[in-house]
């Protein structure tokens, strides 16, 4: 920016703890053009739908703080009037950031925001941006931030019928497992399908994610209602020279589809501090007191008003359902290694396979199991795995892969498990 004598790069530094990041990724472009990204624009994380274990393109991996896993994501770009809110969610952290060293009192000021005028048929569904914000009077105009997310998915939770489809990074929220505690009990109808991780990235967030997981398996024990839910892993299983290689895939989207008529698709985890507070501030361990120290200060740390910044988009309403469909035909043709989207095992849209999507889901995992179950381990097309648990209780250590792996009677020693991707030139 200091070489750019005709202010074509306008640069404000938004300083924030470590723990309380600004996690949303928006870029407007032409105030016509969105994009709601889930990754970070770092190398590793680039990946294509096979998510082999060795990517060139991957480039130079980072082993400190990297995911080190073949990543999938999910992200959306946007068209029409929705622009102008994911341009204000830009213009309020930029106008709470300080200018710029050396510049006047409006050198680095925004342009006003023009929309362009309305090309092609209007779009018939409805969407919606929510988001999450710091509260504490960060920002002007919101005291106590936001927490329409959260918002947002509770009421969608409440008013499932047939399924919730949930495909995220993390799932550490309490009020995010009581809701679907409730969800999936009030409705003997109702099925809960997981994609989730084996190993959160985060600090703590492994005894945290498999203590959300056990209250939500106990809750719906308590019911007569867990064979209604079933949790999966993403995994990368390929042949190799000898044994077969295998290595979990690091699902860092942040989606969730519910009934075919509402999807949500942004930055937000399931965690607490995506949706309504920071769990690390409410506990406050020595190392993440040392890491607010070392973001700025100890202000504004109201554990029920530290949030992380998250934007996400909703798609809702009967004339987005062919959509929403396709979206999720899409990724599940995907991650059940069927052929195409169109596989007459994912068209059906208001009367699933017997069973519903559970039984589809856990029929393919099963097919992914007995292959690693043979001796020698055979590639299957599928790539999930299901969440090992008995009743209602982790085995323990299953964040590595090998014990995962031994917990669902497969032989590690007949594979080649590996623990991160390569790193390249």
């Known amino acids: 920016a200091r070489r750019d004598a005709r202010r074509l790069v306008r640069l404000r530094r938004l300083r924030t703890p470590q723990t309380l990041p600004i996690h949303g990724k928006v870029f407007v472009i032409d105030d016509h053009i969105a994009y709601l990204m889930g990754s970070v624009f770092v190398q590793e994380y680039f990946d294509g739908r096979a998510h082999r274990i060795d990517e060139p393109?991957?480039?130079?991996?980072?082993?400190?703080g990297s995911v080190r896993a073949p990543v999938h994501d999910v992200s959306v770009r946007l068209e029409g009037p929705v622009v102008a809110d994911l341009d204000a969610a830009i213009r309020l952290h930029w106008e709470h950031a300080r200018p710029s060293p050396g510049s006047g009192p409006s050198a680095d000021r925004l342009p006003p925001f023009r929309p362009s005028s309305p090309n092609g048929r209007p779009g018939g569904a409805t969407l919606q941006v929510t988001r999450t914000l710091h509260g504490a009077r960060r920002y002007a105009g919101l005291p106590v931030g936001e927490t329409g997310i959260l918002e947002s998915y509770l009421r969608a939770l409440a008013n499932a019928r047939r399924f919730v489809y949930l495909e995220n990074q993390y799932l550490t929220s309490p009020d995010v497992v009581d809701a679907l505690v409730r969800a999936v009990t009030d409705n003997p109808e109702l099925q809960l399908i997981a994609l989730i991780n084996t190993r959160p990235d985060v600090p703590y967030y492994t005894r945290w994610q498999r203590t959300a997981l056990e209250r939500l398996f106990s809750g719906l024990r308590k019911h007569d209602a867990l064979a209604r839910a079933g949790f999966f892993t993403l995994w990368s299983h390929e042949e190799g020279h000898g044994r077969t290689r295998i290595l979990r895939t690091h699902v860092h989207s942040k989606l969730a589809i519910i009934d075919d008529d509402w999807l949500t698709i942004g930055s937000a985890n399931l965690d607490s501090l995506s949706l309504s507070h920071s769990q690390h501030e409410l506990h406050r361990p020595p190392l993440i007191a040392l890491a607010r120290l070392a973001g700025g200060s100890s202000r504004d740390a109201d554990p029920w008003q530290a949030r992380s910044t998250e934007i996400t988009v909703t798609f809702a309403g009967p004339e987005a359902a062919t959509d929403i469909a396709r979206v999720r035909r899409d990724l599940w043709a995907e991650h059940l290694g069927l052929a195409a989207p169109d596989d007459p095992a994912l068209t059906t849209l208001t009367t699933p396979t017997t069973g519903g999507w559970l039984d589809l889901w856990r029929e393919r995992a099963q097919l992914k199991l007995a292959g690693l179950r043979a001796d020698p381990p055979a590639v299957q097309a599928p790539r999930v795995l299901p969440y090992p648990q008995r009743n209602g209780r982790l085995p323990d250590r299953t964040h590595r892969s090998a014990?995962?792996?031994?917990?669902?009677?497969?032989?590690?020693?007949?594979l080649q498990v590996h623990s991160g991707v390569r790193s390249f030139s």
């Open 403 to 414: 014990d995962y792996l031994r917990a669902l009677g497969v032989d590690p020693d007949l």
């Open 57 to 64: 393109r991957r480039g130079r991996v980072r082993w400190r």
